[in-house]
Structure formats: structure tokens, C-alpha cells
């Protein structure tokens, strides 16, 4: 542990992974995203993956995700992420790809890439954070906002007669015949965010036994463009966006295999 | 290697190969579909990758990714879906890849129609993307030459880390001809490519692959990052010289042409590329025959233009007027216009949205143009 002298009756409990720089990040206080890029530098070092892992940046607030999580990476442009990991991936079976993606990039300017990346069963790893807004730009509404959520673009709220009612990814993606995995979990309470920390280290472990596309898509939070502290923030999220993304698995191949077998 | 006779887009495909090309990526669009076809049928004997994507706007990112593994990587296309490539070019030109793109050009704007047309010259030449950018720009007017210019790409987009675009016209693309192929592509050594991603793990970072930038995988180094984002704007003004610089060594040492029976008896000089100045070979040749003496100065790098070169051809003392010949309407005329700087009267001749030129419409604005040097050539004769 960097600094810390050890008693030998002290224990070491928590440390950085080494797959984290020990950076301060440009997150907001009480945004999610640096629970999730600590979870996914956790899992990297557990399956001892680093020296052979890719990562891919989206446009958006984890554009610099290059700079908090130590591996190879690639920015791609907004909502095209899976197009890159594919052309790398086919070239580099041997490695680890991922790509980090909010909910405009993936489920409005990256429908296609993402819709054909999953259905080609593309051997990578997509972690699709969700959390109902534009935050880069600065709060415009997205594919994912709640009804009646407002937003700089829809200041009195999502109107569902002029814009339709949330994309469900997960679902919409699980319909799919190809993808290996799908779960939604969220990150605004520490049980969810120890059974998050599972499903993505499910999902990069599929992607090193060779299978096909996995994606988990991660409800998280931005206080900052849904004008609330924190802690309301956590309890916005799991009143109102748990109910309408309901968290679980999705699609699992061992599950439908397994299911396969019985029938 | 005898010569075999071969369809242009296909002999493109095959020398790809022969350049060593190890990954392909597609969308069809006439009239270059047959690039795919063939390819997916031969990439798989030698080893590479094939995929057909679901766009134009997402094979151009597959093309970014795949770039960064420092294989070479190329995708054909033809005017509208190079349009929707312009983004991923952008972006391979901001992050410094090499990639190939083959435009096949068709009629434009919009979906235009399919017949063969020069009308992407602007956005080749001047980049159809946003930022302070150049492809490198190459146009074959013979199948044999698509095959060399081809070949020639991979080397130069190693060379430079920048995106390289063949553009010909339909007729190349589609016309057959007797081609030869070296039996190995000869090309000088390139730098190493330290820059690609391919996971350190074990391996010293200096020697990964050939390609200095590829991406790895970091263990044991430093991650290598592959990125064309600088919110500094210092540092993007740094990014951008530095790519200022790749262009003018280019100008220096990157241009191509060519010139056909330029003599001093000359009193017009044509300029013109692709198949377009195939036919003006022709024409020349049938007034040479008629005793009237016409040369041709045929740009084979569009990027970098070879001005100079033109320059001192237009201002000799028995060069009364320039007349630039194209399939598009007065694109490569600005180029001209601007490499000649007043010296000599530059006028245009072209059809465009798959009309092309016959050797007659071309011979009657020339004839008209030497018997009268103030003649201003249209459309209507």
C-alpha cells in the first residue's frame, strides 16, 4: 500500500488496482463513473488481464477514461466504439476489448454499431452506462430519460407524445439470438454495486473463454445535469429508474444452454 | 508474373493483397461491389480479415480499430459511401493511422447515379472531413496502374501514419484490362511501429509488431493510446503543425504526373487525370496525325498537386492557353488554375454525372481552341 507503513498486525483490506492511475479524476462529486471504472480496473487485475487488454473511449463524460484505467486504448467518435473494437478485435483475437459507453453515444448516435456489433456476436466487452441524460454537453435529454424528466432540451419535462418512452437496451439487445451475456445492474447502493462488480467480472471472464458479445449496462447517476445532491440523486435513481429498467439478467448462454438441455 | 486480364476493382483487391493487406472491410455500393466480392473469397485463403459491415460509417471505424493493431487495413467504396466515411477519416488522420481508401467515383451530389464521374475530386483533394487534414490522394488511369498506385499506398500510408485515398472512376473500376503483378511488392524499409496496440505483456515496447504507434496492451510499459483529442488548444495547434509538416514533405517528395508528347511545337497543354486523360492520349495522338502537335500534363498524386511541375510547363514561350479536361465540373481546374498563377489563360472543358467525353467532343473543342486561342470551350460546341 503506496505510503503506508505496516504493523505486522495490520492487514492489508482495500488498495488501488493496479490497473487504476492514481489520478484525480474530472468526474463530479457524487457521479457513479469512478465506482464503475474501479470496478472494471478491479476485474482486469483479477483475471491478470492488463498487458493484454483494450480499451475503448466513447464522446461523452468518459472520454477520458485513457487517463484513469491503465491499458492500451482508443477513442473512438460518438456511438462508434464497438465499430473500433471490431476492426481490432478481428485482427487481435488474443486480446481483451472493451468499450465504455454512455446512454447518447450507445442508444442514439450508436444504435447501428451497437445493434450489429452484438449481433455479429463480436468477442468483446460493452459496459453501457445509463444514466437518462446528455452529461458532457451539459444535460440534453436522451434516448434513456424518464418521462416527465426534464433537461436543458426538454426543460419541462420528456414529453412521450413528441419523443416516445425510454429505450430499453438490455432488452432491446437480449432479443438477439447472438450475444453471450446481458445483465443490468445499478451502482447507488454498495449491494448493487457488489453484485455490478459480478456481473462485469462475468462478462470480461466469458470474453477471455472465447465467447461472444457481453454487455452490461450500469444505471448510474449524474447530479450535477439532474440538478440534485447526491444522496437524492441515488434515491431518484432507484424510484425512478429501477421500476422502468428493471435490474437482473437479461440473457446468459449458460443459462439458455442449460435450459436448452432440460427441454 | 504474366499478364492476366482482370476487371480494375479486382485487380485492385489482388494488389492489396500483394501489398500486403491483411484486413478488409465493406459495404456494397455499385460500381465497386466487386472489391468485396472478390475479396471475400481470397482473403480468407490468405489469412486475413474480411468483414462486411452494417455501414460506410461504421466500416470506416472498423477500419480506425483495426489500424490500430498496425496491420495494414484498406475498404473500397464509392462516392456516397465515401461520404459517410469522412468522419473515421477525420479521425484516422487526427490520430495519425495509416489506412487505404479506394473511391470508385460515381456521379454526385446526392445519390446521383452510377456511372463514372471525377466530382470527388474537392472532396479528396481538399478533405471531406473536418480539420486541418490532407489524404494522400492517388488517380490510376489504366488498370495496370490502379495496381501500382495500390500497392503503392500501403507504403506511403506506413511511411506518412496518414490515410491514403486511390480515387478512379467508374470506367477504372469496371473496364478490363491485361495486368502483371510483381511476384513480391518490393518497397523500402519503413520506421517500426511502436505506436500500435498490442498488449505489452512480456515484450519490449520498441519492437512490437513494424508500425511505431499500434496498440498493444501495457503491461510492463506505458499504455499506448491512440486519440485525436487535445481540448488544450495548444496542444492541438501542435498536433495540427505536426501534421502541417507530414504535407509539405509530402509536396517535397510525394509528387506524381506524368507528361505526354510535350514538345516545344506545342501551343495548347491539356491537363487532365484518370480515364479522362486516356482519352485525351487518344485525341492527341489523331491531331498529331493531322500534323497539329498537343501535350499532355497528367497529375497522378492529386495530393500533393504537382504545381511546380505544371507551372513550368504552362509558362513556356509556345504555350498559348491551358485547357483542363475533367469528368466533374471545374474541380481540378481550381488546382490548376492556382498552380499556374496567371501565367497563361486556364479554361475548362467537362461533362460530369456519368457523361464522358468522347475522343470527337474533346478533338472539336481543341481544334476550335487552336484555330482561335481567345475561344472559350462549353458545353453546348
Given at each position: 500500500m503506496k505510503g503506508v507503513a505496516m504493523n505486522n498486525n495490520e492487514k492489508t483490506l482495500f488498495t488501488r488496482p493496479e490497473a487504476l492511475v492514481d489520478v484525480v479524476t474530472h468526474y463530479c462529486p457524487g457521479c457513479t463513473h469512478g465506482v464503475i471504472h474501479r470496478q472494471v480496473a478491479e476485474v482486469i487485475d483479477e483475471l491478470g488481464i492488463r498487458g493484454r487488454t483494450v480499451g475503448v473511449a466513447p464522446v461523452g463524460c468518459s472520454?477520458?477514461?485513457?487517463?484513469?484505467?491503465?491499458?492500451?486504448?482508443?477513442?473512438?467518435?460518438?456511438?462508434?466504439?464497438?465499430?473500433?473494437?471490431?476492426?481490432?478485435?478481428?485482427?487481435?483475437?488474443?486480446?481483451?476489448?472493451?468499450?465504455?459507453?454512455?446512454?447518447?453515444?450507445?442508444?442514439?448516435?450508436?444504435?447501428?454499431?451497437?445493434?450489429?456489433?452484438?449481433?455479429?456476436?463480436?468477442?468483446?466487452?460493452?459496459i453501457f452506462v445509463n444514466n437518462a441524460i446528455y452529461g458532457m454537453t451539459g444535460g440534453q435529454m436522451a434516448?434513456?430519460?424518464?418521462?416527465?424528466?426534464?433537461?436543458?432540451?426538454?426543460?419541462?419535462?420528456?414529453?412521450?407524445?413528441?419523443?416516445?418512452?425510454?429505450?430499453?437496451?438490455?432488452?432491446?439487445?437480449?432479443?438477439?439470438?447472438?450475444?453471450?451475456?446481458?445483465?443490468?445492474?445499478a451502482v447507488h447502493t454498495p449491494f448493487h454495486i457488489i453484485r455490478a462488480k459480478r456481473a462485469l467480472k462475468k462478462a470480461f471472464t466469458y470474453q477471455v473463454e472465447n465467447r461472444c458479445f457481453t454487455l452490461i449496462e450500469v444505471?448510474?447517476?449524474?447530479?450535477?445535469?439532474?440538478?440534485?445532491?447526491?444522496?437524492?440523486?441515488?434515491?431518484?435513481?432507484?424510484?425512478?429508474?429501477?421500476?422502468?429498467?428493471?435490474?437482473?439478467c437479461y440473457k446468459d448462454c449458460e443459462k439458455v444452454e442449460a435450459s436448452d438441455a432440460a427441454v | 508474373m504474366a499478364k492476366i486480364l482482370m476487371k480494375g476493382n479486382e485487380a485492385i483487391a489482388e494488389a492489396a493483397l500483394k501489398?500486403?493487406?491483411?484486413?478488409?472491410?465493406?459495404?456494397?455500393?455499385?460500381?465497386?461491389?466487386?472489391?468485396?466480392?472478390?475479396?471475400?473469397?481470397?482473403?480468407?485463403?490468405?489469412?486475413?480479415?474480411?468483414?462486411?459491415?452494417?455501414?460506410?460509417?461504421?466500416?470506416?471505424?472498423?477500419?480506425?480499430?483495426?489500424?490500430?493493431?498496425?496491420?495494414?487495413?484498406f475498404t473500397s467504396s464509392s462516392s456516397p459511401g465515401i461520404s459517410l466515411m469522412q468522419e473515421a477519416i477525420s479521425y484516422i488522420a487526427g490520430a495519425q493511422l495509416p489506412a487505404v481508401f479506394v473511391n470508385i467515383m460515381r456521379g454526385g451530389p446526392?445519390?446521383?447515379?452510377?456511372?463514372?464521374?471525377?466530382?470527388?475530386?474537392?472532396?479528396?483533394?481538399?478533405?471531406?472531413?473536418?480539420?486541418?487534414?490532407?489524404?494522400?490522394?492517388?488517380?490510376?488511369?489504366?488498370?495496370?496502374?490502379?495496381?501500382?498506385?495500390?500497392?503503392?499506398?500501403?507504403?506511403?500510408?506506413?511511411?506518412?501514419?496518414?490515410?491514403?485515398?486511390?480515387?478512379?472512376?467508374?470506367?477504372?473500376?469496371?473496364?478490363?484490362?491485361?495486368?502483371?503483378?510483381?511476384?513480391?511488392?518490393?518497397?523500402?524499409?519503413?520506421?517500426?511501429?511502436?505506436?500500435?496496440?498490442?498488449?505489452?505483456?512480456?515484450?519490449?515496447?520498441?519492437?512490437?509488431?513494424?508500425?511505431y504507434w499500434a496498440l498493444t496492451g501495457a503491461e510492463g510499459r506505458d499504455p499506448n493510446i491512440i486519440n485525436s483529442l487535445y481540448l488544450d488548444p495548444v496542444k492541438l495547434d501542435d498536433n495540427s503543425w505536426i501534421l502541417h509538416e507530414k504535407y509539405e514533405t509530402m509536396k517535397r517528395d510525394e509528387v506524381r504526373f506524368e507528361k505526354y508528347k510535350i514538345s516545344s511545337d506545342n501551343r495548347l497543354l491539356i491537363v487532365s487525370y484518370g480515364t479522362m486523360a486516356r482519352i485525351c492520349e487518344t485525341v492527341i495522338d489523331e491531331l498529331a496525325s493531322e500534323g497539329v502537335s498537343v501535350g499532355l500534363f497528367r497529375p497522378i498524386s492529386l495530393f500533393p498537386y504537382p504545381a511546380k511541375q505544371l507551372r513550368?510547363?504552362?509558362?513556356?514561350?509556345?504555350?498559348?492557353?491551358?485547357?483542363?479536361?475533367?469528368?466533374?465540373?471545374?474541380?481540378?481546374?481550381?488546382?490548376?488554375?492556382?498552380?499556374?498563377?496567371?501565367?497563361?489563360?486556364?479554361?475548362?472543358?467537362?461533362?460530369?454525372?456519368?457523361?464522358?467525353?468522347?475522343?470527337?467532343?474533346?478533338?472539336?473543342?481543341?481544334?476550335?481552341?487552336?484555330?482561335?486561342?481567345?475561344?472559350?470551350?462549353?458545353?453546348?460546341?
Amino acid at each position: 500500500m503506496k505510503g503506508v507503513a505496516m504493523n505486522n498486525n495490520e492487514k492489508t483490506l482495500f488498495t488501488r488496482p493496479e490497473a487504476l492511475v492514481d489520478v484525480v479524476t474530472h468526474y463530479c462529486p457524487g457521479c457513479t463513473h469512478g465506482v464503475i471504472h474501479r470496478q472494471v480496473a478491479e476485474v482486469i487485475d483479477e483475471l491478470g488481464i492488463r498487458g493484454r487488454t483494450v480499451g475503448v473511449a466513447p464522446v461523452g463524460c468518459s472520454v477520458f477514461m485513457y487517463n484513469y484505467v491503465k491499458t492500451d486504448f482508443m477513442e473512438a467518435a460518438h456511438g462508434r466504439a464497438p465499430a473500433l473494437a471490431t476492426g481490432f478485435k478481428r485482427f487481435r483475437p488474443d486480446m481483451i476489448v472493451f468499450t465504455y459507453q454512455g446512454d447518447g453515444d450507445l442508444a442514439s448516435i450508436g444504435t447501428a454499431e451497437i445493434v450489429h456489433a452484438a449481433n455479429r456476436g463480436e468477442k468483446i466487452t460493452t459496459i453501457f452506462v445509463n444514466n437518462a441524460i446528455y452529461g458532457m454537453t451539459g444535460g440534453q435529454m436522451a434516448p434513456t430519460t424518464m418521462p416527465g424528466q426534464p433537461t436543458t432540451t426538454c426543460p419541462f419535462g420528456r414529453d412521450v407524445n413528441l419523443t416516445g418512452y425510454p429505450i430499453r437496451v438490455a432488452e432491446l439487445l437480449a432479443t438477439l439470438k447472438t450475444p453471450a451475456y446481458i445483465e443490468r445492474v445499478a451502482v447507488h447502493t454498495p449491494f448493487h454495486i457488489i453484485r455490478a462488480k459480478r456481473a462485469l467480472k462475468k462478462a470480461f471472464t466469458y470474453q477471455v473463454e472465447n465467447r461472444c458479445f457481453t454487455l452490461i449496462e450500469v444505471l448510474s447517476t449524474c447530479p450535477t445535469n439532474w440538478g440534485k445532491t447526491p444522496q437524492e440523486s441515488t434515491q431518484w435513481l432507484e424510484e425512478n429508474m429501477v421500476p422502468y429498467y428493471p435490474l437482473g439478467c437479461y440473457k446468459d448462454c449458460e443459462k439458455v444452454e442449460a435450459s436448452d438441455a432440460a427441454v | 508474373m504474366a499478364k492476366i486480364l482482370m476487371k480494375g476493382n479486382e485487380a485492385i483487391a489482388e494488389a492489396a493483397l500483394k501489398a500486403g493487406a491483411h484486413g478488409y472491410f465493406c459495404y456494397p455500393i455499385t460500381p465497386q461491389t466487386e472489391v468485396a466480392e472478390y475479396l471475400s473469397r481470397r482473403m480468407p485463403e490468405v489469412g486475413g480479415v474480411f468483414l462486411q459491415g452494417e455501414s460506410e460509417v461504421a466500416v470506416g471505424n472498423m477500419l480506425y480499430g483495426a489500424a490500430s493493431t498496425g496491420k495494414r487495413v484498406f475498404t473500397s467504396s464509392s462516392s456516397p459511401g465515401i461520404s459517410l466515411m469522412q468522419e473515421a477519416i477525420s479521425y484516422i488522420a487526427g490520430a495519425q493511422l495509416p489506412a487505404v481508401f479506394v473511391n470508385i467515383m460515381r456521379g454526385g451530389p446526392g445519390l446521383g447515379g452510377i456511372l463514372p464521374a471525377q466530382s470527388d475530386y474537392f472532396q479528396a483533394v481538399k478533405a471531406g472531413g473536418h480539420g486541418d487534414y490532407h489524404l494522400l490522394v492517388l488517380a490510376p488511369s489504366t488498370v495496370q496502374e490502379a495496381v501500382d498506385l495500390t500497392m503503392l499506398a500501403f507504403h506511403l500510408a506506413d511511411k506518412y501514419r496518414n490515410p491514403v485515398m486511390i480515387i478512379g472512376d467508374g470506367m477504372i473500376g469496371q473496364m478490363m484490362e491485361a495486368v502483371e503483378f510483381p511476384d513480391k511488392y518490393e518497397e523500402p524499409e519503413l520506421p517500426a511501429k511502436d505506436w500500435a496496440l498490442t498488449g505489452a505483456k512480456d515484450r519490449d515496447p520498441q519492437v512490437l509488431d513494424s508500425k511505431y504507434w499500434a496498440l498493444t496492451g501495457a503491461e510492463g510499459r506505458d499504455p499506448n493510446i491512440i486519440n485525436s483529442l487535445y481540448l488544450d488548444p495548444v496542444k492541438l495547434d501542435d498536433n495540427s503543425w505536426i501534421l502541417h509538416e507530414k504535407y509539405e514533405t509530402m509536396k517535397r517528395d510525394e509528387v506524381r504526373f506524368e507528361k505526354y508528347k510535350i514538345s516545344s511545337d506545342n501551343r495548347l497543354l491539356i491537363v487532365s487525370y484518370g480515364t479522362m486523360a486516356r482519352i485525351c492520349e487518344t485525341v492527341i495522338d489523331e491531331l498529331a496525325s493531322e500534323g497539329v502537335s498537343v501535350g499532355l500534363f497528367r497529375p497522378i498524386s492529386l495530393f500533393p498537386y504537382p504545381a511546380k511541375q505544371l507551372r513550368e510547363e504552362a509558362q513556356k514561350k509556345n504555350i498559348e492557353n491551358v485547357l483542363v479536361i475533367e469528368m466533374s465540373i471545374a474541380q481540378m481546374f481550381e488546382d490548376a488554375e492556382r498552380a499556374i498563377l496567371g501565367a497563361k489563360p486556364v479554361k475548362f472543358y467537362g461533362r460530369t454525372g456519368g457523361v464522358v467525353p468522347t475522343p470527337d467532343d474533346v478533338k472539336l473543342r481543341i481544334q476550335k481552341l487552336i484555330e482561335n486561342p481567345s475561344y472559350q470551350p462549353s458545353r453546348e460546341a
